[in-house]
């Protein structure tokens, strides 16, 4: 069983599809989530982890440089996922968790990724820049914000009459299924960060089978 620390700082619910798919394989699950760490006191990410009695740890900006490497060690974490954590890593952790650190993006990338690109920021520059196509997209984490190997996508459509609010929430859908199953291949070695730097393995998801509430288009869920 592996230990899965989360690290969030908003509302945690990428975390609770997490927790909700390993609660659904049971004995079979291959992570446990060990750890919930938040930069931000009020998220409720941790109110989630608290309520299950899940260690909920807050490290403010203020911390010291080494508090995150600290808490990761401390709760013996074997995997780490961020699921809307806005802050850089640590390049110390980013070497010591090396192919074990996952990030969830609310976009198709490389577009619309980097620093200053998160949340709605990312679905404002989506519409900004009529993109037809947005998504979700999990990667391993690097030193550089959204640079990491990309491990799965998943397509949803932009429509004429999308606000950021409404395509957030079409690429939150579907950022519930994707995430859970990539942790799942992470913790499971089916999936695996290559010495080249590439993605070994695949996540087995197929959109047109999982689409959310049926596809339109083979490769696009209408969600
Ligand atoms: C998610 O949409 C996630 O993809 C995004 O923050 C949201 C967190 O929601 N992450 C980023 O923008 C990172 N660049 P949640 O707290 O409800 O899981």
Same mark, same amino acid.
């Given at each position: 069983?592996?230990?899965?620390a989360?690290?969030?700082?908003?509302?945690?619910s990428?975390l609770?599809?997490?927790?909700?798919?390993?609660?659904?394989?049971?004995?079979?699950?291959?992570?446990?989530?060990?750890l919930?760490?938040?930069?931000?006191?009020?998220?409720?990410a941790?109110?989630r982890? $608290?309520?299950?009695?899940?260690?909920?740890?807050h490290l403010?900006?203020?911390? #010291?440089?080494?508090?995150?490497?600290?808490?990761?060690v401390?709760?013996?974490?074997?995997?780490?996922?961020?699921a809307?954590y806005?802050?850089?890593?640590?390049?110390g952790? &980013?070497r010591?968790w090396?192919?074990?650190?996952?990030?969830?993006?609310?976009?198709l990338?490389?577009?619309?990724?980097g620093?200053?690109?998160?949340?709605?920021? &990312?679905?404002d520059a989506?519409?900004?820049?009529g993109?037809?196509?947005s998504?979700?997209t999990?990667?391993?984490?690097?030193?550089?914000f959204d $640079?990491?190997a990309?491990?799965?996508? %998943?397509?949803v #459509?932009?429509?004429?009459?999308?606000?950021?609010?409404?395509?957030a929430?079409?690429?939150?859908r579907?950022?519930?299924?994707?995430?859970? %199953?990539?942790?799942?291949?992470?913790?499971?070695?089916a999936?695996r960060?290559?010495e =080249?730097?590439?993605?070994?393995?695949a996540?087995?998801? =197929?959109?047109?089978?999982?689409?959310?509430e049926?596809?339109?288009h083979?490769? &696009?869920?209408?969600?």
């Amino acid at each position: 069983m592996r230990n899965l620390a989360v690290l969030a700082s908003g509302g945690g619910s990428n975390l609770q599809a997490i927790l909700d798919h390993l609660a659904t394989l049971g004995a079979d699950a291959p992570a446990r989530v060990a750890l919930v760490v938040s930069d931000r006191a009020g998220a409720f990410a941790l109110e989630r982890a $608290r309520a299950r009695g899940i260690p909920a740890v807050h490290l403010p900006r203020t911390a #010291p440089a080494d508090a995150l490497e600290q808490t990761l060690v401390e709760h013996e974490a074997h995997l780490v996922a961020l699921a809307g954590y806005l802050r850089l890593i640590p390049a110390g952790v &980013v070497r010591r968790w090396a192919g074990s650190i996952l990030n969830i993006h609310p976009a198709l990338l490389p577009a619309f990724g980097g620093h200053g690109m998160y949340g709605h920021h &990312v679905h404002d520059a989506v519409l900004a820049a009529g993109a037809r196509l947005s998504g979700a997209t999990v990667h391993f984490v690097n030193e550089q914000f959204d $640079r990491g190997a990309i491990i799965a996508q %998943w397509p949803v #459509p932009v429509r004429q009459d999308d606000t950021a609010d409404t395509l957030a929430q079409r690429v939150l859908r579907v950022e519930h299924r994707l995430y859970p %199953w990539c942790v799942e291949a992470v913790a499971r070695g089916a999936v695996r960060l290559g010495e =080249d730097g590439k993605v070994q393995g695949a996540v087995p998801y =197929d959109f047109p089978r999982f689409g959310v509430e049926g596809p339109r288009h083979p490769f &696009v869920p209408d969600p």
